[in-house]
Protein backbone atom coordinates (compact mmCIF):
# COMPACT_ATOMS: atom_id res chain seq x y z
CA UNK A 1 0.00 0.00 0.00
CA UNK A 2 3.08 2.65 0.97
CA UNK A 3 4.70 1.96 -1.93
CA UNK A 4 1.68 2.88 -4.48
CA UNK A 5 1.57 6.56 -2.94
CA UNK A 6 3.11 9.58 -4.94
CA UNK A 7 4.96 10.19 -2.08
CA UNK A 8 7.13 6.95 -2.62
CA UNK A 9 7.04 7.38 -6.03
CA UNK A 10 8.78 10.97 -5.82
CA UNK A 11 11.29 9.62 -3.56
CA UNK A 12 12.27 6.43 -5.43
CA UNK A 13 12.44 8.78 -9.00
CA UNK A 14 14.97 11.21 -6.86
CA UNK A 15 17.31 8.25 -5.77
CA UNK A 16 17.11 7.12 -8.98
CA UNK A 17 18.26 10.08 -10.77
CA UNK A 18 21.32 10.45 -8.07
CA UNK A 19 22.06 7.10 -8.11
CA UNK A 20 25.49 6.33 -9.23
CA UNK A 21 25.41 5.43 -12.24
CA UNK A 22 26.72 2.61 -14.22
CA UNK A 23 27.85 2.50 -18.21
CA UNK A 24 23.70 3.30 -19.44
CA UNK A 25 24.11 6.22 -17.74
CA UNK A 26 26.85 7.72 -19.13
CA UNK A 27 25.49 6.34 -22.97
CA UNK A 28 22.37 7.94 -22.12
CA UNK A 29 23.92 11.28 -20.96
CA UNK A 30 25.87 11.55 -24.50
CA UNK A 31 22.67 10.65 -26.59
CA UNK A 32 21.01 14.36 -25.02
CA UNK A 33 23.30 16.70 -27.20
CA UNK A 34 23.30 14.85 -30.30
CA UNK A 35 19.32 14.67 -29.89
CA UNK A 36 19.18 18.32 -29.74
CA UNK A 37 22.31 18.61 -32.52
CA UNK A 38 20.04 16.76 -34.48
CA UNK A 39 16.62 18.28 -33.99
CA UNK A 40 18.01 22.14 -34.09
CA UNK A 41 20.23 22.02 -36.52
CA UNK A 42 17.69 22.92 -39.30
CA UNK A 43 16.37 25.26 -37.60
CA UNK A 44 18.08 28.93 -37.36
CA UNK A 45 17.45 32.67 -36.27
CA UNK A 46 17.87 34.98 -38.98
CA UNK A 47 18.16 38.41 -38.61
CA UNK A 48 18.41 41.32 -41.19
CA UNK A 49 18.71 45.15 -40.49
CA UNK A 50 17.47 46.81 -43.66
CA UNK A 51 14.81 50.57 -43.13
CA UNK A 52 14.34 48.77 -39.42
CA UNK A 53 15.04 45.36 -37.67
CA UNK A 54 13.92 42.16 -38.02
CA UNK A 55 13.74 38.77 -37.11
CA UNK A 56 12.73 35.47 -39.17
CA UNK A 57 12.99 31.93 -37.51
CA UNK A 58 12.90 29.14 -40.51
CA UNK A 59 14.45 25.99 -41.92
CA UNK A 60 17.71 25.32 -43.17
CA UNK A 61 17.61 21.86 -44.25
CA UNK A 62 21.33 21.44 -43.88
CA UNK A 63 20.87 18.25 -43.01
CA UNK A 64 18.53 16.31 -45.41
CA UNK A 65 15.57 14.68 -43.31
CA UNK A 66 16.01 11.35 -44.84
CA UNK A 67 18.98 11.83 -43.05
CA UNK A 68 17.63 13.42 -40.05
CA UNK A 69 14.42 11.49 -38.60
CA UNK A 70 16.35 7.89 -38.82
CA UNK A 71 19.34 9.42 -36.99
CA UNK A 72 16.85 10.76 -34.62
CA UNK A 73 15.01 7.44 -34.23
CA UNK A 74 18.37 5.42 -33.60
CA UNK A 75 19.41 8.46 -30.77
CA UNK A 76 15.78 8.02 -29.37
CA UNK A 77 16.12 4.29 -29.15
CA UNK A 78 19.07 4.02 -27.61
CA UNK A 79 18.47 7.02 -24.69
CA UNK A 80 15.09 4.72 -23.69
CA UNK A 81 17.11 1.75 -23.79
CA UNK A 82 19.67 3.07 -21.69
CA UNK A 83 17.11 4.44 -19.35
CA UNK A 84 15.21 1.47 -19.31
CA UNK A 85 18.39 -0.30 -18.50
CA UNK A 86 19.58 2.15 -15.73
CA UNK A 87 15.98 1.40 -13.87
CA UNK A 88 16.39 -2.38 -14.54
CA UNK A 89 19.72 -1.99 -12.21
CA UNK A 90 18.24 0.29 -9.68
CA UNK A 91 15.80 -1.95 -8.66
CA UNK A 92 17.95 -4.69 -8.30
CA UNK A 93 20.04 -2.78 -6.29
CA UNK A 94 16.51 -2.05 -4.02
CA UNK A 95 15.79 -5.79 -3.97
CA UNK A 96 19.25 -6.27 -2.59
CA UNK A 97 19.16 -3.74 -0.50
CA UNK A 98 15.80 -4.49 0.98
CA UNK A 99 17.42 -8.53 1.14
CA UNK A 100 20.34 -7.74 3.01
CA UNK A 101 20.39 -6.68 6.35
CA UNK A 102 22.78 -4.74 8.53
CA UNK A 103 22.80 -5.16 12.31
CA UNK A 104 24.82 -2.43 13.59
CA UNK A 105 25.68 -2.94 17.53
CA UNK A 106 27.19 -0.17 19.40
CA UNK A 107 28.51 -0.45 22.74
CA UNK A 108 28.52 2.49 25.11
CA UNK A 109 29.92 2.29 28.73
CA UNK A 110 31.60 4.03 31.11
CA UNK A 111 30.62 7.56 29.95
CA UNK A 112 26.71 8.39 30.24
CA UNK A 113 26.75 10.55 26.88
CA UNK A 114 25.18 9.40 23.84
CA UNK A 115 27.62 10.83 21.59
CA UNK A 116 27.30 10.14 17.45
CA UNK A 117 25.55 6.86 16.61
CA UNK A 118 27.34 4.73 14.99
CA UNK A 119 24.71 3.49 12.62
CA UNK A 120 24.71 6.56 10.75
CA UNK A 121 28.71 5.95 10.15
CA UNK A 122 28.43 2.68 8.47
CA UNK A 123 29.72 2.91 5.09
CA UNK A 124 27.39 3.38 2.29
CA UNK A 125 29.25 0.66 0.41
CA UNK A 126 27.68 -1.93 3.28
CA UNK A 127 24.47 -2.83 1.50
CA UNK A 128 21.17 -3.75 3.74
CA UNK A 129 18.84 -2.25 5.68
CA UNK A 130 20.44 -0.47 9.37
CA UNK A 131 19.04 -2.03 12.19
CA UNK A 132 20.52 -0.29 15.32
CA UNK A 133 21.04 -2.47 18.55
CA UNK A 134 22.57 -0.64 21.62
CA UNK A 135 24.65 -2.18 24.07
CA UNK A 136 24.28 0.17 26.66
CA UNK A 137 26.47 -0.92 29.78
CA UNK A 138 25.86 2.31 31.25
CA UNK A 139 25.31 2.42 34.95
CA UNK A 140 24.14 6.16 35.43
CA UNK A 141 27.55 6.74 37.45
CA UNK A 142 29.79 8.47 35.28
CA UNK A 143 32.88 6.24 34.72
CA UNK A 144 32.01 3.92 37.93
CA UNK A 145 30.78 0.75 36.92
CA UNK A 146 28.16 -0.23 39.93
CA UNK A 147 27.40 -3.92 39.74
CA UNK A 148 29.50 -5.93 37.18
CA UNK A 149 27.07 -9.04 37.33
CA UNK A 150 24.14 -6.73 36.02
CA UNK A 151 26.25 -6.02 32.66
CA UNK A 152 26.21 -9.66 31.82
CA UNK A 153 22.65 -9.90 31.60
CA UNK A 154 23.17 -6.93 29.05
CA UNK A 155 25.49 -8.95 26.82
CA UNK A 156 23.18 -12.01 26.36
CA UNK A 157 20.18 -9.71 25.78
CA UNK A 158 22.28 -7.87 22.93
CA UNK A 159 23.39 -11.26 21.69
CA UNK A 160 19.61 -12.45 21.52
CA UNK A 161 18.73 -9.69 19.72
CA UNK A 162 20.90 -10.15 17.33
CA UNK A 163 20.53 -14.14 16.68
CA UNK A 164 16.52 -12.78 16.51
CA UNK A 165 17.45 -10.48 13.27
CA UNK A 166 20.22 -12.98 11.87
CA UNK A 167 17.41 -16.13 11.67
CA UNK A 168 15.07 -14.67 9.24
CA UNK A 169 16.29 -15.02 5.95
CA UNK A 170 19.63 -16.26 4.50
CA UNK A 171 22.65 -16.21 6.37
CA UNK A 172 24.99 -14.34 3.86
CA UNK A 173 22.65 -11.83 3.76
CA UNK A 174 23.07 -10.17 7.28
CA UNK A 175 26.65 -8.58 8.03
CA UNK A 176 27.26 -7.64 11.70
CA UNK A 177 28.53 -4.12 12.27
CA UNK A 178 30.83 -3.84 16.09
CA UNK A 179 31.66 -0.36 17.50
CA UNK A 180 32.27 0.30 21.35
CA UNK A 181 33.45 2.28 24.24
CA UNK A 182 32.84 -0.61 26.67
CA UNK A 183 34.93 -1.73 29.81
CA UNK A 184 37.20 -4.40 28.67
CA UNK A 185 36.04 -7.34 30.40
CA UNK A 186 32.50 -7.10 28.66
CA UNK A 187 34.22 -5.37 25.29
CA UNK A 188 36.34 -9.25 25.06
CA UNK A 189 33.15 -10.98 26.33
CA UNK A 190 31.24 -9.56 23.07
CA UNK A 191 34.04 -11.14 20.66
CA UNK A 192 34.08 -14.26 22.74
CA UNK A 193 30.42 -14.24 21.84
CA UNK A 194 30.11 -12.75 18.46
CA UNK A 195 33.29 -14.68 17.24
CA UNK A 196 31.05 -17.11 14.91
CA UNK A 197 28.24 -14.91 13.82
CA UNK A 198 29.05 -14.66 10.30
CA UNK A 199 30.09 -11.44 8.58
CA UNK A 200 31.41 -9.00 11.28
CA UNK A 201 32.63 -5.49 10.23
CA UNK A 202 34.47 -3.82 13.33
CA UNK A 203 34.81 0.18 13.75
CA UNK A 204 35.88 2.28 16.89
CA UNK A 205 36.15 5.69 17.93
CA UNK A 206 38.82 7.74 16.80
CA UNK A 207 39.10 10.00 19.54
CA UNK A 208 41.63 12.65 17.68
CA UNK A 209 38.65 12.76 14.82
CA UNK A 210 35.81 12.51 17.29
CA UNK A 211 34.02 10.43 15.08
CA UNK A 212 33.64 6.32 14.14
CA UNK A 213 36.06 5.18 11.90
CA UNK A 214 36.48 1.65 9.88
CA UNK A 215 40.04 -0.19 10.28
CA UNK A 216 41.29 1.12 7.10
CA UNK A 217 44.91 2.39 7.49
CA UNK A 218 48.07 0.59 6.13
CA UNK A 219 49.78 -2.44 8.72
CA UNK A 220 52.65 -0.43 10.03
CA UNK A 221 54.55 -3.82 10.75
CA UNK A 222 54.45 -3.26 14.81
CA UNK A 223 54.27 -6.59 16.44
CA UNK A 224 53.68 -8.13 20.14
CA UNK A 225 57.18 -8.73 21.83
CA UNK A 226 57.03 -12.09 23.62
CA UNK A 227 58.49 -11.42 27.54
CA UNK A 228 58.57 -14.28 30.52
CA UNK A 229 57.01 -17.64 28.54
CA UNK A 230 60.24 -19.58 29.31
CA UNK A 231 60.53 -18.60 33.15
CA UNK A 232 56.87 -19.29 35.14
CA UNK A 233 57.74 -22.52 35.57
CA UNK A 234 55.42 -25.19 35.97
CA UNK A 235 52.51 -22.50 37.79
CA UNK A 236 49.23 -23.74 36.66
CA UNK A 237 47.65 -20.01 36.79
CA UNK A 238 49.40 -17.13 35.16
CA UNK A 239 49.03 -13.71 34.21
CA UNK A 240 48.98 -12.63 30.65
CA UNK A 241 49.46 -8.76 30.20
CA UNK A 242 49.13 -7.27 26.57
CA UNK A 243 50.29 -3.83 26.41
CA UNK A 244 49.07 -2.19 23.18
CA UNK A 245 47.94 1.56 24.04
CA UNK A 246 49.22 1.63 27.28
CA UNK A 247 51.55 -0.11 29.81
CA UNK A 248 50.20 -2.58 32.06
CA UNK A 249 52.90 -1.78 35.28
CA UNK A 250 54.11 -4.72 36.78
CA UNK A 251 53.45 -2.56 40.34
CA UNK A 252 50.02 -2.18 39.20
CA UNK A 253 49.87 -5.91 38.93
CA UNK A 254 51.36 -6.55 42.38
CA UNK A 255 48.30 -5.00 43.96
CA UNK A 256 46.41 -7.83 42.55
CA UNK A 257 48.01 -11.18 41.84
CA UNK A 258 50.66 -13.36 43.46
CA UNK A 259 51.17 -15.42 40.12
CA UNK A 260 54.34 -15.55 37.43
CA UNK A 261 53.53 -12.75 34.89
CA UNK A 262 54.27 -13.21 30.64
CA UNK A 263 54.37 -10.47 28.47
CA UNK A 264 52.53 -9.42 24.45
CA UNK A 265 54.11 -5.83 24.38
CA UNK A 266 54.28 -3.24 20.89
CA UNK A 267 57.56 -2.14 21.23
CA UNK A 268 55.97 1.96 19.97
CA UNK A 269 52.83 2.37 22.29
CA UNK A 270 52.21 5.29 20.46
CA UNK A 271 51.65 3.10 17.03
CA UNK A 272 48.45 3.16 15.19
CA UNK A 273 45.98 0.06 14.85
CA UNK A 274 43.79 1.57 12.72
CA UNK A 275 44.34 -1.62 10.48
CA UNK A 276 42.50 -4.57 9.81
CA UNK A 277 45.63 -6.71 8.99
CA UNK A 278 47.90 -5.41 12.00
CA UNK A 279 44.49 -6.36 14.30
CA UNK A 280 44.37 -10.29 12.46
CA UNK A 281 48.01 -10.16 13.30
CA UNK A 282 48.02 -9.32 16.91
CA UNK A 283 45.27 -11.70 17.43
CA UNK A 284 46.97 -14.62 15.85
CA UNK A 285 49.72 -13.72 18.32
CA UNK A 286 47.89 -13.86 21.13
CA UNK A 287 46.10 -17.24 20.14
CA UNK A 288 49.47 -18.56 19.56
CA UNK A 289 50.89 -17.08 23.04
CA UNK A 290 47.63 -18.83 24.33
CA UNK A 291 48.31 -22.17 23.07
CA UNK A 292 51.92 -21.96 24.06
CA UNK A 293 50.52 -21.42 27.48
CA UNK A 294 47.59 -24.59 27.00
CA UNK A 295 50.77 -27.08 26.07
CA UNK A 296 53.46 -25.96 28.93
CA UNK A 297 50.51 -26.52 31.54
CA UNK A 298 48.50 -23.49 32.18
CA UNK A 299 44.77 -24.18 32.88
CA UNK A 300 43.72 -20.87 34.03
CA UNK A 301 45.40 -17.48 32.05
CA UNK A 302 44.03 -14.20 34.24
CA UNK A 303 44.42 -11.77 31.04
CA UNK A 304 44.55 -7.63 31.85
CA UNK A 305 44.30 -5.95 28.66
CA UNK A 306 45.41 -2.07 27.66
CA UNK A 307 44.63 -1.33 23.83
CA UNK A 308 41.72 0.38 22.31
CA UNK A 309 38.50 -1.02 21.72
CA UNK A 310 38.51 -2.75 18.66
CA UNK A 311 41.59 -4.67 19.18
CA UNK A 312 40.12 -6.09 22.70
CA UNK A 313 36.96 -7.27 20.41
CA UNK A 314 39.06 -8.93 17.81
CA UNK A 315 41.38 -10.81 20.43
CA UNK A 316 37.99 -11.91 21.96
CA UNK A 317 36.88 -13.36 18.73
CA UNK A 318 39.93 -14.94 17.93
CA UNK A 319 40.12 -17.11 21.49
CA UNK A 320 39.71 -20.82 20.62
CA UNK A 321 36.57 -21.89 23.03
CA UNK A 322 37.11 -25.05 23.24
CA UNK A 323 40.82 -25.94 23.96
CA UNK A 324 42.44 -23.14 25.27
CA UNK A 325 42.59 -22.60 29.30
CA UNK A 326 40.07 -21.08 31.56
CA UNK A 327 40.25 -17.27 30.92
CA UNK A 328 39.58 -14.47 33.47
CA UNK A 329 39.73 -10.76 31.38
CA UNK A 330 39.82 -8.53 34.43
CA UNK A 331 38.97 -4.53 35.03
CA UNK A 332 41.26 -1.73 35.67
CA UNK A 333 40.31 0.37 38.24
CA UNK A 334 43.13 3.20 39.06
CA UNK A 335 41.86 4.61 42.13
CA UNK A 336 41.11 1.18 43.73
CA UNK A 337 43.75 -0.51 45.93
CA UNK A 338 43.58 -3.43 44.31
CA UNK A 339 44.06 -2.10 40.51
CA UNK A 340 42.40 -5.65 39.22
CA UNK A 341 39.23 -5.92 41.67
CA UNK A 342 36.76 -7.84 39.35
CA UNK A 343 36.84 -9.76 35.94
CA UNK A 344 34.73 -11.85 33.91
CA UNK A 345 35.18 -15.81 33.30
CA UNK A 346 34.83 -16.10 29.88
CA UNK A 347 32.18 -19.05 28.30
CA UNK A 348 35.00 -21.06 27.29
CA UNK A 349 36.91 -24.54 28.31
CA UNK A 350 33.31 -26.25 29.65
CA UNK A 351 32.07 -22.51 30.95
CA UNK A 352 28.59 -22.17 29.44
CA UNK A 353 27.83 -18.78 30.65
CA UNK A 354 30.34 -15.93 31.93
CA UNK A 355 30.63 -15.05 35.31
CA UNK A 356 31.88 -12.52 37.48
CA UNK A 357 35.36 -13.51 39.31
CA UNK A 358 36.24 -11.54 42.53
CA UNK A 359 40.31 -10.88 42.68
Same mark, same amino acid.
Given at each position: ????????????????????????? %???????????????????? @??????????????????????????????? =??????????????????????? %??????? #?? !??????????????????????? !?????????????????????????????????? *? @????? /???????? #?????????????? +????????????????? =??? *??????????????? +??? +??????????????? /??????????????????????????????? %? /??????????? =?????? @??????????????????????????????????? /?????????????????????????????
Amino acid at each position: MYRDTIDWSIREFIKFLFRPRGFEG %KVAVACVPVLVTLLGWNWVV @KATIRDEYSVEVGSTNVIPEWVQWPLVALFV =AIFVFCVWIGWKRFSRENDLRDR %KRVIVME #GR !GLRDDDGSPLTAAVPSDIIGHRI !GIMLDLRQRKDGVIVDPGDLLNEVDAARRTIQQH *S @KHGDA /QDVTLVYG #GLTPVPMTFLTGVI +FDDEGKIVVMDWDRNRE =AWR *SLDSGDDGQRFKMEG +FQD +FGSAADVVLAISASY /QVRSENIATTFDLPVVRLSLPDLNSSHWSLD %K /QNALAGQFLEA =AKFLEA @KGVTTIHLLLAAQNSVVFNLGRRYDKRNLPSLIVY /QYEASNEKKYPWGVRMPVRGETTPSIARA
